[in-house]
Every structure is written in C-alpha cells, then in structure tokens.
C-alpha cells in the first residue's frame, strides 16, 4: 500500500526527516511512534501529497506522491492534527458537507454508526466533547470510502476514557479491512493499536517492527518482583540471585528464561519464610524509549532530560 524508500526533507541545514525507508502492508495498522519534533507530522504530510519530498522515493497505492497527487487523494482519508469542523452544523450535516466534496461518498448515516454517533447525530458539534469530536474527524476521512486512512495525533488532549473510546473506533477501522497510518507519542496507544511501529527521533527510525518485535529486540527482559520478603526469603535471594536489585521493597530479578519464575518459587518454598505477592512485568514501548534514548515523553509530547526546548526550538512536527 505504501513504499518510502530513502526519504529525505530538509529545511535550509535542518534534516527533518534523515533518509529513512519503510512499507505499510494491506489491511494494518502501522503507527510512527515518537515525541514532538521527531518528524512523524512531516513524514505523513509527505505520504498525504501535502507536503514536498526533498528526495527519496515514495509511493502510495503504486503511485508516485508528486506526479500523481490528485489520484492519491481521492483514494486516501485524512484526520489532521488540529482537526475541526463547522460549530453550527450537526454531526450529520457536518459529515455530509464532506461527503458531498466527492463524486461518490459513504452514505452519512452508515458513517455515524460506524463511529457509534447514532444517539448524537444531529447534536451541534460545538456541543460535543473532545472524544466525540474526533470520532466526527475519524467519520468525515472516511466520506470518500478510502483504501488508507490517515490519523495525526488522533488522542492528544483527550482525557484516558475518550482516548481508548477512539482506539475503539480506530479498532474497527482494521476490521473493515482499511489501511491506517497512525501517528501518536502514546507509547500505550502505538502498542494496543499497531501491527507494526516505526519509533522515529530527530527525523530517523531508532526502532521497527512489530511492539513485540521491538520490546524483544531493545527492552530488557521480564521481571519477577517480590514483595514484603521476610528475612528467610530475602536470604535465599540474596543467595541465589546475589545480582538481583532491591527498591521500593522489592526484590527484583530478570528472568533469564521460561524455567526462571519456578525455580524462584521454589526456592521461596524451600526457604520456609513468607512474602506477600509476586509480580510479573515486561518491558513496555516506554521502557525500549527510555533505553535507547535516554529520555521519557509527557503526556504533551515533549522529551524530557533537559531536551524540550531544543526540540520546540526546531519547530519541524
């Protein structure tokens, strides 16, 4: 569906996007995954014939970006970053002003149930809150019944039940067999969502493949966390597993193998002391970020590790 191969975009000395290359297969869900300024926004405007490549190759449905812009944008959907709609329109009315921009558009109604807006469906739309509204966003980039639809920053802003109310909608969207591009910096939500992820920073691919992939290649391994060790369990561990970390009250061990949890257990037992619970966690997309680049993202976006203003200072999205 779609194919970038050596993308570049400069602006004056400034590499935006530096030379990265990437497929999105028929019928999944790929995310650009990475903190404001890393370049996703810039990439997608490329792929959505918005913006200008400075080289590289990229097609769309076997089409080129540049020579065959007006075929690409009949067969694509967008929902921009910034998304918004007519105040004073209904959910309806807004939906079929979209539509009624191409020679052939979904029926409205078969929209509105898609993004589960029936009981709202001729509300104003300044009346909507910020979930609702971008399901009206995710509706209208679906008017022209597109082959790729594209989602920019789908679920900034929005509080965490509007957030997995979208990743509802954006489920189903897979389910009727659509192409989706995501862009986001929720780490959560690229990995619930995406088939595959292609974490960018500074205008390149630090990571890809699929979150599993990623986690497997780049995290650091599962963990078994005990906690409330009585003296007799803490010695068997310091004993047995003298490498292992002590914080917060927890003895934490990584587990080097699918053997690794019984053999604690065991020893556990065998020791005759107590504890109060064990717990098992793997590594998460946050944690693959926070090791390769040292930094974490806020719920804004931004990097943290003292980087912030040297990202915004680049103004590139």
């Known amino acids: 569906m779609i194919e970038v191969s050596d993308l570049v975009k400069k602006y004056g000395d400034l590499r935006a996007i530096d030379d990265i290359s990437f497929d999105v297969k028929a019928g999944e869900v790929f995310s650009l995954l990475g903190p404001n300024g890393a370049g996703k926004t810039t990439t997608v405007e490329i792929l959505e014939c918005l913006r200008t490549r400075t080289s590289g190759e990229v097609r769309i449905l076997g089409m080129d970006v540049k020579s065959d812009a007006i075929k690409i944008k009949r067969r694509i959907g967008v929902l921009p970053q910034d998304f918004n ?21 979904v ?9 589960d807006l029936t009981e709202k469906r001729d509300e104003y739309f300044k009346n909507l809150s910020g979930g609702l509204k971008q399901r009206v966003g995710v509706a209208i980039s679906m008017v022209n019944d597109p082959e790729i639809v594209f989602l920019d920053e789908p679920t900034t802003g929005l509080d965490p039940k509007a957030r997995r ?3 509802g909608v954006i489920g189903s969207l897979k389910e009727k067999g659509k192409t989706v591009i995501l862009t986001t910096h929720y780490m959560e939500e690229a990995e619930f969502l995406s088939d595959r992820v292609g974490i960018i920073d500074h205008g390149k691919f630090i990571a890809f493949g699929t979150p599993r ?6 995290g650091t391994g599962s963990l078994c966390i005990i906690m409330g060790a009585d003296a007799r369990c803490a010695a068997v561990l310091n004993e047995q597993w003298p490498e292992h970390e002590v914080k917060n009250g927890g003895h934490i061990i990584k587990l080097e193998n699918k053997n690794s949890l019984p053999e604690i257990i065991y020893a556990l037992d065998r020791s005759g002391g107590n504890y109060d619970q064990i717990q098992l966690t793997r590594p998460t997309l946050e ?3 926070l090791r390769l680049t040292g930094e974490r993202l806020t719920e804004g976006g931004d990097a943290t590790n003292g980087k912030q203003d040297r990202r915004k200072s680049r103004r590139i999205r």
Do not use: C, P, Q
């Open 165 to 167: 109310e979208v990743w």
């Open 107 to 115: 029926d409205a109604e078969e929209l509105i149930k898609a993004v």
């Open 287 to 289: 944690d693959v970020f």
């Open 213 to 218: 992939e990623i986690i497997d290649t780049h």
């Open 85 to 105: 709609a007519f105040d004073l329109l209904t959910v309806k009315e807004n939906i079929r002003f979209f539509g009624n921009m191409y020679d052939k558009s």
